[in-house]
C-alpha cells in the first residue's frame, strides 16, 4: 500500500488568505519528502523539498514543515492567489531506485 | 517550465496493440523515471533508466519496456495494450540515479487504449 496519504482530497480556501495541506506518511525511515503543483493537463511541477535533518523549509511564499514525531508533512502556501488552483502531491522516495512514492493528492480551489 | 520534452502529446491505440511514448531529459539530466498517472490518482512509479540501464522497476509487468539512449532521452513501450493502461505517462528526469535526487516532470503523454 502506499505509504504517503493526504488527509483531505479537497481543500477551499479564499483568495488571498493562507492555504495548509497536510500529508502523512508512514515510514519513519524517509528521509527526503518533496511537494509537487498539478495544473489540469500538465505534469508535476517541483514546489520545494525538505529533508529529515530539517524541521521548517521556506521558500517563496511556501513553507514545508516536517513533524517527525507523529510523521507528518504539511504545505502552506501564503495569500493564495488564483493561480494557485491546482492538485498538490506529497511525495517520497521509494528507497533506492525506487522511484517516487506519492499520495493521492489535494486539490486547492480558490475561491474569489 | 523543466525543460523535460515527451511526445505524443496524447495517443489513441486499441487493445492489443504497441506503443512507443518519448522523453528528451533536462540538459545535464541523465537519470530518466518513468510514471503511469491514472485519473484522479498521483503517479505510480513504472521504471527508471540510469546510463542506459533499468535502474528500478515498480510493479508494473514486463510489457512495460524502455530503453534510455547516449544522449539520455528515453522511450518506453507498452505492448499487448489493455484498456486499464489508459492514463497519463509522465516521465521525469533528475541529475543522477536513485530517488534522493529532486525528479523534473515533462507535460505528460495522455494515452487512451480503446
Known amino acids: 500500500g502506499e505509504s504517503v496519504g493526504l488527509h483531505l482530497p479537497t481543500l477551499s480556501v479564499q483568495e488571498g488568505d493562507n492555504s495548509i495541506i497536510n500529508c502523512a506518511y508512514s515510514?519513519?525511515?524517509?528521509?527526503?519528502f518533496i511537494w509537487y503543483k498539478q495544473e489540469s493537463g500538465k505534469g508535476p511541477q517541483f514546489i520545494i523539498d525538505?529533508?529529515?535533518?530539517?524541521d521548517k523549509r521556506q521558500g517563496q511564499r511556501v513553507t514545508v514543515l516536517l513533524n517527525k514525531t507523529v510523521k507528518h508533512l504539511s504545505l502552506q502556501i501564503a495569500a493564495t492567489q488564483p493561480g494557485d488552483s491546482a492538485v498538490y502531491f506529497c511525495?517520497?522516495?521509494?528507497?533506492?531506485?525506487?522511484?517516487?512514492?506519492f499520495g493521492k493528492g489535494t486539490h486547492l480551489i480558490i475561491q474569489p | 517550465e523543466t525543460g523535460v520534452t515527451q511526445s505524443p502529446t496524447h495517443l489513441i491505440k486499441t487493445r492489443g496493440q504497441q506503443v512507443t511514448l518519448r522523453c528528451s531529459s533536462q540538459?545535464?539530466?541523465?537519470?530518466v523515471s518513468w510514471y503511469q498517472q491514472a485519473l484522479g490518482q498521483g503517479p505510480q512509479f513504472i521504471f527508471q533508466?540510469?546510463?542506459?540501464?533499468?535502474?528500478g522497476r515498480g510493479n508494473f509487468p514486463p510489457r512495460f519496456s524502455g530503453l534510455q539512449f547516449p544522449n539520455y532521452s528515453s522511450e518506453l513501450n507498452v505492448n499487448a495494450l489493455e484498456l486499464d493502461d489508459s492514463a497519463l505517462y509522465l516521465c521525469?528526469?533528475?541529475?543522477?540515479?536513485?530517488?534522493?535526487?529532486?525528479?523534473?516532470f515533462g507535460p505528460g503523454t495522455r494515452l487512451l487504449v480503446l
Open positions: 515510514n519513519s525511515a524517509s528521509d527526503y
Open positions: 540538459s545535464g539530466h541523465n537519470t
Open positions: 533508466y540510469y546510463r542506459e540501464e533499468e535502474n
Open positions: 521525469a528526469s533528475s541529475l543522477v540515479g536513485g530517488s534522493g535526487e529532486t525528479q523534473y
Open positions: 525538505i529533508r529529515s535533518n530539517m
Open positions: 511525495a517520497e522516495p521509494g528507497g533506492g531506485a525506487d522511484g517516487l512514492t
